[in-house]
C-alpha cells in the first residue's frame, strides 16, 4: 500500500498542476481578449475620425490648426499597438496618454464646432457626432471589462498554492486601466 500512496501522490500533485495551469491559461486568454476589445473599441473610433474631419471641412472654413491636430493625434494614436503579452502599468499608461491626446483633440474640434451653426445643422456631422459619443462609451465598457478580467486573473494567480506554479511559469500581473490624470476633478460650469 506505501508503495502506491506515493505513486498516488504524485499523480494528484500532477494533475493539480495541469489543472492550474490550464486554469490560468484560460483566464490570461479572457485579459487578452479583453484588451484586443479595448483596442478594437479605440480602432472605432480612429475609423471615424476621416469622415468627421472631411465632413467639418466640406462645411465650414473650419480652423485648420484643430483639423491637423486632430490628424496628428489619430496617427499617433493608430501607430501604438501593444501586444497583449506585454501588458505593463508603464505600456497601458503609454497607451492611455496617447489616447488621451485624440479625445482632446476631438474634444477641442467638436467644441469649436459649436461656433459654427452651419456644421451643426449637418445630418452627417450629427451623425458622427452621435457615433463618436456612442464609441466613446463603448470604450468606457471595454476598459472596464478589461480591469474586470484582469482582476480576476491577477487574484487567481496570486491565490496559494496556484501562486506558486504561477512564478514557476512566468505568469506576471496584469496592469489595470486607471484614470487619467486630474480626473478626479469635477470640470468648472460657468455660465
Known amino acids: ?10 499523480g494528484l500533485l500532477v494533475i493539480w498542476g495541469i489543472s492550474s495551469y490550464n486554469g490560468l ?3 490570461r486568454e479572457n485579459v487578452n481578449k479583453s ?3 479595448v483596442e478594437n473599441q479605440y480602432q472605432r473610433r480612429a475609423d471615424l475620425i476621416p469622415n468627421l474631419v472631411e465632413t467639418v471641412k466640406g462645411a465650414a472654413d473650419f480652423e485648420k490648426s484643430t483639423l491637423e491636430a486632430v490628424t496628428q493625434a489619430r496617427a499617433s494614436a493608430t501607430s ?17 496618454a496617447v489616447q488621451g491626446q485624440l479625445g482632446s483633440a476631438l474634444g477641442r474640434l467638436l467644441a469649436v464646432a459649436e461656433n459654427y451653426p452651419q456644421l451643426k445643422a449637418v445630418q452627417n456631422f450629427q451623425d458622427l457626432q452621435a457615433q463618436l459619443e456612442g464609441t466613446e462609451n463603448r470604450i468606457n465598457e471595454a476598459r472596464r471589462q478589461y480591469n474586470e478580467a484582469a482582476q480576476s486573473y491577477n487574484t487567481q494567480r496570486l491565490s496559494f498554492p496556484r501562486v506558486v506554479l504561477a512564478r514557476i511559469l512566468g505568469f506576471g500581473e496584469k496592469p489595470y486601466f486607471e484614470s487619467d490624470k486630474g480626473s478626479e476633478k469635477a470640470p468648472d460650469v460657468k455660465f
Open 25 to 27: 491559461v484560460g483566464i
Open 35 to 37: 484588451w484586443a476589445n
Open 80 to 96: 501604438m499597438k501593444i501586444d497583449p503579452n506585454d501588458l505593463t502599468p508603464e505600456n497601458i499608461q503609454k497607451y492611455q
Open 1 to 10: 500500500m506505501r508503495k502506491y500512496f506515493w505513486w498516488i501522490v504524485l
